[in-house]
């Protein structure tokens, strides 16, 4: 079994199109840990505000078959196959870290690099697996988080419920 982090993301239909993603997941890996849900403006475009998680999940097949499995996924939730990077997601699904693995496999490159850019992948990893350090580097995530928090862009928390329950507002905005 190997540990994923998945950062998970919606601005169309967000509470929704989160939910309905983690219940797959859930369904089809099990899930270990789900961080607080945040809130942050686009990125690189005009449109609506994003909801961003991150989660925790044990998987016994490779990384290619995952990023096909979640990319497979994302269709179905209705992302466009030709959608520019910077578009509007009913549901935005990255493997931000898979095991300890750091490097290019299966044409991903790994740990994605947006956990150092982006205050709304770097909270979540930060509140869902503080001491955890970042693949190749020997800094753990909530020391990460401090050094981006001063000056990034703004997140915060929200309330959020799935499956019954509330998420946890623990985050660190």
Do not use: H
């Not at 097949?61 to 997601?89: K, T, V, W």
């Amino acid at each position: 079994m190997t540990r994923v982090l998945l950062g998970v993301g919606s601005n169309i239909d967000r509470e929704a199109n989160i939910c309905t993603g983690l219940d797959t997941l859930q369904s089809e890996f099990g899930l270990t840990r789900v961080s607080s849900v945040y809130e942050s403006a686009a990125l690189g475009f005009d449109g609506p505000a994003f909801f961003n998680l991150a989660v925790e999940m044990d998987v016994d097949i490779g990384l290619g078959a995952l990023a096909r499995y979640l990319r497979q996924m994302e269709y179905r939730m209705g992302r466009p196959r030709d959608a520019s990077r910077f578009s509007s997601r009913t549901l935005d699904l990255d493997i931000l870290c898979f095991g300890d693995y750091c490097g290019t496999l299966d044409g991903i490159e790994l740990p994605r690099a947006e956990i150092l850019e982006n205050a709304y992948v770097l909270a979540p990893l930060a509140e869902l697996a503080p001491e955890m350090p970042l693949p190749g580097s020997d800094e753990n995530f909530a020391a990460l988080w401090q050094r981006l928090s001063a000056g990034m862009q703004v997140v915060k928390v929200v309330n959020f419920e799935w499956a019954g329950r509330s998420l946890p507002q623990s985050g660190l905005d």
